[in-house]
């Protein structure tokens, strides 16, 4: 292994870790806010930060400073000598993402400052100018900018204009998004000028740093008759498996780099465009921190010990409540791993591996795993949400029954790891459902060379891509698929009531288990039945796998459009009677009030 294999893994290390540790504050901040909304209490945006307005302007500049330069390095960089200028279908993948993104900071930034000045007031005489336009308006000119340009570079594509087209999108496009970067970051910097102070809050984020913060400074409590080394490994013992099951997550397809002369691995020179089919084997770098022939079964081996550091924690702490916790902790994650386990029995089956980036590689060429072991899907959804012990399987926790559970006896930052470990728990079973029934890094009709639309032998729309291109869209498509799994198990917190802990048993022992037994037997016959069956069923089967990933892509493109029909509707208001008794004097008539008297 060179030193650049080395830096490249250590750089992987720190990627992953901190975008889990992130998107599990994002998750405790999402809970809050939800909290805040569903109780009618306060919410986590009240922390703030007082900045002398220097120092605002500087944080406001200095970053928009850098991403303009940035900007500028990758589009005109060839200019000084810095790489090669893109060609071909790479110039023409660049000219559509820096004008998309041009149109989409423009458009932001304009509705941004409107909706600012319309809140506070206008400052400046720009203010007065844009406030003409309202932050709705501004959306809905943006895409119809956005779907113009798209229709223009379609229907100019393979024209004598295309060529032009594309040199002005990439030049242009580049010029326009440093532009629009560099005036939302001055004008923010501008009018902020007079202020004395300037108030950060980063919408509520600084809650939970304030939160993590406080917890440095707790006092580390310890029972007196507490087994002091079981009750300080405990906490370790829960979080860090948790960070390290990640190593093993693919979080997009490999990157393909050149070879320099010397046989050495040369970060500058990415591929423009790389095959279909077959990898890149000399300048390969997966996008995996370790690429294991047993990989779902390193995930289940690492996640498993967290039942030893629940245990630990109930045993060591000489506390009956804690004791309790411990007990139903160890039993509910045992009793929940079987099935977790024997529901991905049946995906093993039909991808052929226990590799994680294969399965993600089958699902490419075929269909996502949800269409082929749905029961699966379901099956290991509710066995998770059961292993992370929370709402409604938080009976380790009960604070109605046994106060906190087995960590009672925990304060400080040995409290904050069992907190913060079940929401990375959370993350990581996320990234697994979506690694193993959602595609991972995959969207529908996009290969490694760009995007083929093809039903059967019938291809209605091919478009070729950057390399570069490709990989960023499949890594923020998995990003998105583990944001939406978080965001539905934090739904369901607020949705369902805790069980007994007798039904709790019973759905993992008695429903569970038994379905996720049924599913294996049902997916042996069903590949049993495709083995022995004739070609034309093998040809119907991939017109089926195509027809999901179109089925996919409109529901995608239609969610999108409710999306932003949603978001470009004025909202309305309507009162609404919370009580019975208010819906009664309505009915009656409504209530009369006497004129207040001295």
């Known amino acids: 292994m060179t030193l650049i294999d080395v830096v490249l893994v250590i750089v992987k290390v720190v990627l992953v870790v901190v975008v889990m540790m992130h998107l ?131 229907a100019m594509r393979g024209t004598e204009v295309g060529p032009v087209l594309a040199d002005v999108g990439y030049g242009g496009g580049a010029a326009v998004l440093m532009f629009a970067i560099l005036f939302g970051a001055g004008y923010s910097a501008y009018v902020i000028r007079r202020e004395k102070r300037v108030g950060l809050r980063l919408i509520g984020l600084l809650h939970a740093a304030a939160d993590g913060l406080k917890t440095l400074w707790k006092e580390d409590f310890i029972p007196p008759n507490a087994d002091r080394l079981l009750h300080s490994i405990a906490p370790l013992i829960s979080f860090f498996p948790a960070l390290a099951v990640f190593a093993v997550i693919p979080f997009g397809d490999t990157l393909c780099f050149g070879v320099g002369a010397d046989g050495h691995l040369d970060l500058m020179k990415l591929a423009r465009a790389v095959p279909r089919e077959g990898l890149c084997t000399d300048g390969a770098v997966p996008l995996q921190i370790a690429s294991l022939n047993v990989g779902v079964l390193y995930f289940f081996a690492l996640a498993g010990t967290g039942i030893v550091g629940a245990a630990l924690a109930g045993w060591a702490s000489d506390n009956k409540y804690s004791l309790l916790g411990g007990l139903r902790a160890a039993s509910q994650m045992v009793s929940y791993e079987v099935t977790m386990g024997l529901a991905l029995i049946g995906a093993m089956m039909v991808y052929g591996t226990l590799r994680l980036e294969d399965m993600v590689r089958w699902q490419t060429e075929n269909t996502w795993g949800i269409f082929v072991q749905p029961l699966a899907f379901f099956l290991f959804f509710a066995a998770a949400v059961a292993e992370s012990k929370r709402i409604p399987f938080d009976l380790p926790e009960g604070e109605s029954e046994i106060v906190a559970g087995y960590f009672t006896e925990y304060a400080g930052m040995k409290f904050a790891m069992f907190f913060f470990s079940e929401y990375i728990a959370v993350v990581s079973s996320s990234a697994l459902m979506a690694t193993l029934f959602l595609g991972g890094w995959n969207l529908p009709f996009l290969y490694r060379d760009g995007i083929h639309v093809a039903i059967g032998g019938t291809v209605l729309f091919e478009q070729a891509m950057s390399h570069g291109g490709v990989i960023v869209l499949g890594a923020l498509a998995f990003l998105f698929k583990i944001i939406a799994l978080c965001w539905l198990q934090l739904m369901i917190r607020w949705t369902l009531p805790r069980f007994r802990y007798d039904q709790l048993m019973r759905l993992g022992w008695r429903k569970l288990l038994p379905a996720s037994l049924v599913n294996i037997l049902a997916t042996g016959l069903v590949l049993l039945l495709v083995d022995a069956a004739s070609g034309g069923v093998s040809a119907g089967l991939r017109v089926a796998a195509d027809l999901s990933m179109l089925l996919l892509a409109l529901t995608g493109a239609g969610c999108g459009v409710w999306l932003l029909v949603f978001l470009a509707k004025p909202p309305t208001k309507r009162a609404m009677l919370a009580s019975s008794s208010a819906q009664y004097a309505q009915s009656v008539g409504g209530t009369r009030s006497a004129r207040m008297g001295a």
């Open 24 to 154: 599990a504050i994002f998750l405790t901040w999402a809970d809050r806010r939800q909290g805040a909304m569903i109780q009618d209490r306060i919410g986590p945006n009240r922390a703030v930060i007082w900045l002398p307005t220097p120092i605002a302007q500087g944080l406001a500049f200095g970053p928009a400073l850098g991403a303009a330069a940035l900007v500028a390095w990758i589009a005109f960089g060839h200019l000084a000598g810095l790489g090669e200028a893109p060609t071909g279908p790479a110039r023409i993948s660049a000219a559509m993402m820096f004008s998309q993104l041009a149109i989409a900071f423009t458009w932001a930034t304009a509705a941004l400052i409107s909706a600012r000045s319309r809140q506070r007031g206008p400052r400046i005489k720009f203010d007065l100018w844009i406030e003409t336009f309202s932050p709705r308006t501004i959306f809905v000119g943006g895409l119809v900018t956005h779907v113009a340009t798209l229709l223009v570079g379609s």
